[in-house]
């Protein structure tokens, strides 16, 4: 059970706040390395902010600081317009937060872990709040099945049926997708986009790019540090990359040649087509002459989409820190 509920707090979000989360130079060092290395990240009221970046960089670590589970090693600032630092019950008490892993209990059912969490928040009128979070997700129908024996869609309904039990202002949800078929995860993001509506604001991490798509703002960090911020497009942009689409047959044994050409930064295949992405155009088209002159090899610019933008930064970072991408 991963809640951790400060009961005693009394504090309610400062009305109005600028931001519903606002902190700079975040930070936290594990055996002497930085995994999460002076953020800054400002959140508006009712925004959904996808959260990206590879495994081990940092989402979860920033997730649990900003949620009071952990405490950073440096930075300051707010969440709910309260000193995340000072404030970290009163934070909790308004705070969603959603773990990677499922966090409820397997061996009670959906409607039992309800009123369990509603029990952990001392809400008033729990059998009803317990009812009205059943329809709200779509659980009545299994309200008496054990949590244990759900599928995994089931389930993240479960964990964020109860995550916002006590009405959070903020919910922080990391990786809530993993592992969903596509139609529950369809069904997930309809219902946080209602809830950004009544102005609830998520920060939500992901790996997928068409989860990525779906949120207002993006954030994208590796090696503990933010690489881009902004909108799908405005990231898009500011990369600056040049993308070129390659298809016709056996294209394969060309892409460990493509990949360790200078300059070039992605090399990816989408269905049929190839994407060589690169931030300098003469060694893009360097390394695309050789398939240039190949029959049946058709080449053409293309837009660059996030997941080109993402591979590119991280192949960018990992010269700068001097790491293997
Ligand atoms: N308690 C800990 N002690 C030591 N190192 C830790 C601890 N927790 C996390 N780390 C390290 O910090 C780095 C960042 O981990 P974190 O879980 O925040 O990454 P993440 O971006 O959430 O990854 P993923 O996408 O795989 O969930 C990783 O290298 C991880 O091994």
């Given at each position: 059970m991963s809640l951790n509920i400060g009961m005693s707090a009394a504090l309610d979000a400062a009305?109005?706040?600028?931001?519903?989360?606002?902190?700079?130079?975040?930070?936290?060092?594990?055996?002497?390395?930085?995994?999460?290395?002076?953020?800054?990240?400002?959140v508006a009221p009712g925004r959904i902010c996808g959260f990206l970046g590879p495994n081990g960089s940092g989402k979860t670590t920033t997730i649990r600081m900003l949620c009071g589970l952990l405490t950073p090693d440096a930075g300051e600032g707010q969440c709910l317009g309260l000193d995340f630092r000072q404030h970290a019950a009163a934070i909790?008490?308004?705070?969603?937060?959603m773990t990677q892993k499922f966090g409820l209990y397997e061996d009670l059912s959906i409607r039992e872990n309800l009123d369990f969490v509603a029990r952990l928040f001392e809400l008033p009128d729990r059998?009803?709040?317990v009812d009205q979070a059943l329809e709200r997700l779509g659980l009545q129908s299994r309200a008496h099945q054990l949590a244990?024996?759900?599928?995994?869609?089931?389930?993240?309904?479960?964990?964020?049926?109860?995550?916002?039990?006590?009405?959070?202002r903020l919910l922080l949800l990391d990786e809530p997708t993993a592992g969903v078929d596509p139609k529950a995860r369809r069904d997930f993001w309809d219902e946080i986009h209602?809830?950004?509506?009544?102005?609830?604001?998520?920060l939500v991490s992901t790996h997928y790019m068409d989860e990525a798509e779906r949120c207002h703002e993006l954030v994208y960090i590796a090696y503990g540090k933010i690489l881009a911020r902004g909108s799908e497009a405005q990231i898009i942009a500011d990369a600056g990359l040049h993308v070129w689409s390659l298809s016709g047959p056996h294209l394969a044994p060309w892409v460990p040649a493509l990949k360790a050409a200078p300059g070039v930064l992605s090399v990816a295949a989408f269905g049929?087509?190839?994407h060589v992405a690169a931030q300098d155009e003469a060694l893009l088209m360097q390394a695309l002459g050789p398939l240039r002159q190949q029959v049946g090899v058709h080449c053409e610019p293309a837009r660059a989409n996030l997941e080109d933008v993402f591979v590119s930064l991280i192949a960018r970072a990992a010269d700068n820190f001097g790491v293997a991408a």
């Open positions: 009305p109005g706040a600028e931001w519903a989360i606002d902190v700079r130079g975040l930070s936290k060092v594990y055996g002497g390395r930085a995994v999460v290395d002076a953020i800054d990240l400002q909790k008490r308004q705070v969603g937060y059998r009803d709040t244990g024996s759900l599928s995994g869609g089931w389930k993240q309904r479960l964990s964020l049926a109860a995550c916002l039990l006590h009405s959070p209602r809830l950004a509506d009544e102005g609830i604001t998520v049929n087509a190839l």
